[in-house]
């Protein structure tokens, strides 16, 4: 059973850089599989963010591409999100997901979640 | 970036059948897979369908999903208190390169 789980700073300061990792536990992040992260504003909808493959190629969404990071460890099997220069428009639930390719990438795998506050 | 574009709001009784509509474009729904995802207050969003019309295992037969040209369809018939929730549909989208999402739609058993 594959499970996801989110940890990192909940305040970050405005300017500053958000970092999230993914720790990813019954499953190889060096699996053929795609490594993603979605966002979610108070009281909104869902933002892609980006996504990362198993051999390291990236793929963000443009409108965040010039401040976005995703990296993996594979010696500690996670991933990695940073976020620069943020602004309290960053403040949102982080949720790192695995788009599975059998099921035509959905997110079939959700971590709990990441509060992230932006604020001074 | 193309937008998919979902009532705010849909409600039905117990027992009742309900679909929720998600409308795109060429680049988005009339072109690629439609997948739907149930999402309860403080929890993370779960997979209902996928391809646009198939279930991950664990979700009841009840849940349907299909798609017609640029439009998309997720129906719950013998509706339940336990379907009361936020869902959302999501396509993949050319130009953004990427999986784009409606704005959600909640579900009220009345």
Known sequence: QVQLQESGPGLVKPSGTLSLTCAVSGDSISSNNWWGWVRQPPGTGLEWIGEIYHSGTTNYNPSLKSRVTISLDTSKNQFSLKLDSVTAADTAVYYCARPTVTKGGAFDIWGQGAVVTVSS | ?110
């Open chain 2, 1 to 110: 970036q193309s937008v998919l574009t979902q009532p705010p709001s849909a409600s039905g009784t117990p027992g009742q059948r309900v679909s929720i509509s998600c409308s795109g474009s060429s680049s988005s729904i009339g072109s690629k897979n439609v997948n739907w995802y149930q999402q309860f207050p403080g929890t993370a969003p779960k997979l209902l369908i996928y391809r646009s019309n198939q279930r991950p295992s664990g979700v009841p037969d009840r849940v349907s999903g299909s798609k017609s040209g640029t439009s998309a369809s997720l129906a719950i018939s013998g509706l339940q208190s336990e379907d009361e929730a936020i869902y959302y549909c999501s396509s993949w989208d050319d130009s953004l390169n990427g999986p784009i999402f409606g704005g959600g739609t909640k579900l009220t058993v009345l």
